[in-house]
Structures are given as structure tokens and as C-alpha cells.
């Protein structure tokens, strides 16, 4: 098929790191087969290495009713609102995924990292140590995530 051509190509410019040619091969492909999950998910990746947040956002927000069943659409989904509206906008949108996927340690990092930058250190490090229950790998992320500056000593101290 055409589409899956082109989709091929994005996908190589896109690991490439050159994000405006994969743009560009989204954009030649025939216009009844852009809707198609795949085709999202890699214009998804496009837009947050453009960091085109608002468009980003759109096709995240799509990718989580398409494949609702998939978490990290989710997080994508705030990740991009976070910068185009606001970090309490992505809050709201990981606090409706935390109810869909109660398991799912990468939503309540990203919720640790959204109520430290809103100054709630007591809940982002109960959020935080949710997260590490449920994936130690979150540990060492954390030491490096400027998100979590505000409770990287209790953070050192949990390892």
C-alpha cells in the first residue's frame, strides 16, 4: 500500500532525527490514509520532536480514544497539554488516566512531576513513591528530572 510507503519513510527520517523531512513525507502521503492510528502516532512523534505542542496535543488526544486501551497516549496527551495550555490542564488529563490504568507507574510519575512543579511536594512524593512501587527504574530517571528538583533529597533517600 501507498500510505505504508510513506509512513516507512517518515519513520526513518523521524529516527534520523530529521523531523521536518518526516513532516514532509506525512504530508505527501495521500490524504484519505493520514487518519489512520499509525499514521497519528508517528505525526505524534513528529510534532513533539518540532515541538509543535498544539498540534501534538490534538493527535495525542485522538491516539488515547483510538487506542484507548494504551496508557502511554495518555501521558503524551498531557505531556504536550502541559506546554501548550498548562501544567494543571495535563494534571486533569493524567488524573482521568490514573482511573483508567490504576497500575500504570508512568502516569503517576508524570503526576509527581506536575504537583512538584505546582509546589505540592507532600502529594508529589507520595505520587513518586507510587510510581517507584511499581517501577524502580523511575529511581534513577528521577535524579535527573528538573521537574523534581523541589524533593530530589527525599528522592536520594528512597534509593
Not at 502516532?41 to 494504551?70: I, M, N, P, Y
Not at 497500575?103 to 517507584?132: N, Q
Amino acid at each position: 500500500m501507498i500510505w505504508e510507503i510513506y509512513l516507512n519513510a517518515a519513520e526513518g527520517f523521524l529516527e534520523l532525527g530529521m523531523f521536518e523531512e518526516a513532516h514532509d513525507e506525512l504530508e505527501r502521503m495521500p490524504a484519505e490514509d493520514r487518519y489512520r492510528p499509525e499514521v497519528y502516532a508517528t505525526r505524534l512523534g513528529v510534532f513533539l520532536k518540532l515541538e509543535k505542542w498544539e498540534a501534538a496535543e490534538v493527535c495525542a488526544k485522538h491516539l488515547t480514544r483510538v487506542w484507548s486501551d494504551q496508557s502511554g497516549w495518555w501521558c503524551a496527551w498531557a505531556f504536550a497539554t502541559r506546554r501548550s495550555v498548562s501544567v494543571e490542564a495535563a494534571e486533569k488529563i493524567l488524573i482521568q488516566a490514573l482511573v483508567r490504568f490504576p497500575e500504570d507507574a508512568l502516569i503517576y510519575y508524570h503526576l509527581a512531576c506536575y504537583t512538584c512543579v505546582m509546589g505540592r511536594t507532600r502529594e508529589a512524593k507520595s505520587l513518586f513513591a507510587e510510581a517507584i512501587n511499581r517501577d524502580e527504574s523511575y529511581l534513577q530517571d528521577a535524579l535527573d528530572e528538573a521537574d523534581l528538583k523541589a524533593i530530589r533529597d527525599e528522592i536520594g533517600r528512597m534509593g
